[in-house]
């Protein structure tokens, strides 16, 4: 199983990124993807979620509203738009796979399979 994300860089505040999550290897119909961040000296947090068979999504409040997370089946893709960017937004982005089970969607245990990440840089 390969997870490779794209997309990060460098963008004021108050732009807008859209952060890409090839996956292969696998047919992740009966799993969910979610995105995770971490900022400089920050511990790994949620950030979104979606069981890819049917669209459901979660979201951590810091980023309801602003970001939105989907899906291409036929790209295998997932997506995390941002929209409304802050400097406090500021982190290597990771894409993640994980089984079903979506009771925990927000936990990094609830992930099986990490991408390498992308930085995402909000200047101010």
């Known amino acids: 199983v390969q997870l490779q994300a794209s997309g990060g860089g460098l963008v004021q505040a108050g732009g807008a990124l859209r952060l890409s999550c090839v996956v292969s290897?696998?047919?992740?119909?009966?799993?969910?993807m979610g995105w995770f961040r971490q900022a400089p000296g920050k511990e790994r947090e949620f950030v979104a979620a979606i069981r890819w068979s049917t669209g459901t999504t979660n979201y951590a409040d810091s980023v309801k509203g602003r970001f939105a997370i989907s899906r291409d089946n036929a790209k295998n893709t997932l997506y995390l738009q941002m929209n409304s960017l802050a400097p406090e937004d500021t982190a290597v982005y990771y894409c993640?796979?994980?089984?079903?089970?979506?009771?925990?969607?927000?936990?990094?245990?609830?992930?099986?399979?990490w991408g390498q990440g992308t930085l995402v840089t909000v200047s101010s």
């Open positions: 290897g696998r047919t992740f119909s009966g799993y969910k």
């Open positions: 993640a796979a994980g089984s079903a089970v979506w009771f925990d969607s927000n936990r990094e245990t609830a992930f099986s399979d």
